[in-house]
């Protein structure tokens, strides 16, 4: 993507490095998918696992991270937020299209994906990207027993 100029590249989806974990944590909590470095730290380790990060062209801040897993012929997106300063700017469609893209291109037929029935910023941002109902975990957030949609793309 070009800037309003068409000065080069003004954003970057990139894999995460080890210097922007205390940013993605944070991001993490404050968007309420609260996982600990240790979690993320974890998630590094797994083969199938990625995390990739939206990146601010010249500065290089991170505005926002998706984390999913590449399983079989299935992609399984875990947590994804974009900075509160920065939401409403097309990070997170940007990083699920790459996901879809990346998936695609490795085979994958679908991506799916849990969501809280009452996120609505969330649902909305799915729905429009395609993604569809296929199943209701009830009660699946043990902490307020919250029911998650399962929501499923086609690639
Ligand atoms: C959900 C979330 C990731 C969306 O990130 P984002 O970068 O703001 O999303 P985008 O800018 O790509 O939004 C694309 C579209 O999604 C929909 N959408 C996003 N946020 C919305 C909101 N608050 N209210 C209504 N629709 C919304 C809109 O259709 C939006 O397009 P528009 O801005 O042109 O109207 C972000 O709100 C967030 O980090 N929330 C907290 C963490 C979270 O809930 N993660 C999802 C866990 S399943």
């Not at 990139?14 to 998918?33: E, Q």
């Not at 893209?101 to 809280?116: D, F, I, K, M, S």
């Not at 909305?124 to 569809?132: C, D, I, P, Q, V």
Request: aromatic share 8%.
């Amino acid at each position: 993507m070009n800037d309003e100029q068409g000065r080069g590249p003004r954003f970057a989806i990139l894999p995460i490095s080890h210097v922007d974990l205390d940013v993605v944590v944070a991001i993490s909590r404050d968007g309420g998918v609260p996982w600990t470095r240790h979690q993320f730290l974890e998630e590094l380790e797994r083969a199938w696992s990625r995390i990739d990060v939206v990146k601010l062209g010249g500065t290089g801040d991170v505005l926002a991270f998706v984390c999913y897993w590449l399983v079989a012929d299935e992609v399984h997106v875990l947590n994804l937020a974009t900075a509160e300063e920065e939401r409403r700017r097309g990070h997170a469609t940007r990083l699920l299209e790459h996901v879809a893209r990346g998936g695609r291109q490795r085979g994958a037929r679908e991506v799916t994906l849990e969501v809280r029935r009452t996120n609505a910023p969330a649902n909305a941002l799915y729905r429009r990207l395609g993604y569809r109902l296929v199943g209701v975990r009830p009660a699946y957030y043990v902490e307020d027993r919250e029911d998650a949609l399962l929501l499923k793309l086609d690639l």
